[in-house]
């Protein structure tokens, strides 16, 4: 006969045959036998965590409330995980030797070489050239010096205030 480990969660035990943590304080409780049924189910389902759940009559944080309290369960999980995207990987390398999955093989390329095929990001920066014909730069010009113009205001000390806009080069441009 075999001994359950009592473990400092309240109410939960660790079954001997498994490794599995389970809850003894609920009768519909995630024990055992349904983790053993949920891991097949989630594999078969391509790790669908949503239909699995709903297919179980369970909830998804039921789901994560295992996977942080069960070190089996987690190990378990993960386990189902990377096998998954083992045999994904490996379906996905035979399918780029299909000639006709382009898409495929440059994936797999990116993934195996990124150096050679993988996104180069440039730290340079983009040189931009800009082509302006010689009217375009004269306006350019004259309207530099109108918004580099300077305003003026004369001191208290004289009869009249008056404001002088002058350009860049002192030239009065109040049409006096």
């Given at each position: 006969m075999s001994h359950t480990q009592r473990l400092p969660i309240p109410n939960h035990t660790i079954d001997p045959?498994?490794?599995?943590?389970?809850?003894?304080?609920?009768i519909s409780s995630f024990d055992a036998e349904k983790k053993k049924q949920f891991l097949s189910l989630f594999k078969s389902n391509g790790l669908g965590l949503y239909r699995?759940?709903?297919?179980?009559?369970?909830?998804?944080?039921?789901?994560?409330?295992?996977?942080q309290i069960d070190p089996e369960f987690k190990r378990q999980f993960d386990d189902v995980r990377q096998e998954y995207?083992?045999?994904?990987?490996?379906m996905s390398r035979t399918n780029a030797l299909n000639p006709k999955s382009v898409i495929e093989r440059i994936f797999q390329l990116k993934a195996l070489l990124p150096s050679k095929y993988g996104d180069q990001k440039s730290s340079a920066p983009t040189q931009i050239n800009v082509n302006l014909s010689p009217d375009l730069v004269e306006i350019i010009k004259k309207r530099e010096q109108v918004l580099e113009a300077d305003v003026i205001t004369s001191t208290p000390s004289l009869a009249t205030e008056s404001t002088v806009l002058s350009d860049s080069n002192g030239h009065d441009n109040t049409g006096k």
């Amino acid at each position: 006969m075999s001994h359950t480990q009592r473990l400092p969660i309240p109410n939960h035990t660790i079954d001997p045959d498994t490794g599995f943590v389970e809850s003894n304080a609920y009768i519909s409780s995630f024990d055992a036998e349904k983790k053993k049924q949920f891991l097949s189910l989630f594999k078969s389902n391509g790790l669908g965590l949503y239909r699995t759940c709903r297919q179980l009559g369970m909830s998804v944080s039921t789901i994560h409330k295992h996977y942080q309290i069960d070190p089996e369960f987690k190990r378990q999980f993960d386990d189902v995980r990377q096998e998954y995207v083992d045999e994904l990987e490996a379906m996905s390398r035979t399918n780029a030797l299909n000639p006709k999955s382009v898409i495929e093989r440059i994936f797999q390329l990116k993934a195996l070489l990124p150096s050679k095929y993988g996104d180069q990001k440039s730290s340079a920066p983009t040189q931009i050239n800009v082509n302006l014909s010689p009217d375009l730069v004269e306006i350019i010009k004259k309207r530099e010096q109108v918004l580099e113009a300077d305003v003026i205001t004369s001191t208290p000390s004289l009869a009249t205030e008056s404001t002088v806009l002058s350009d860049s080069n002192g030239h009065d441009n109040t049409g006096k």
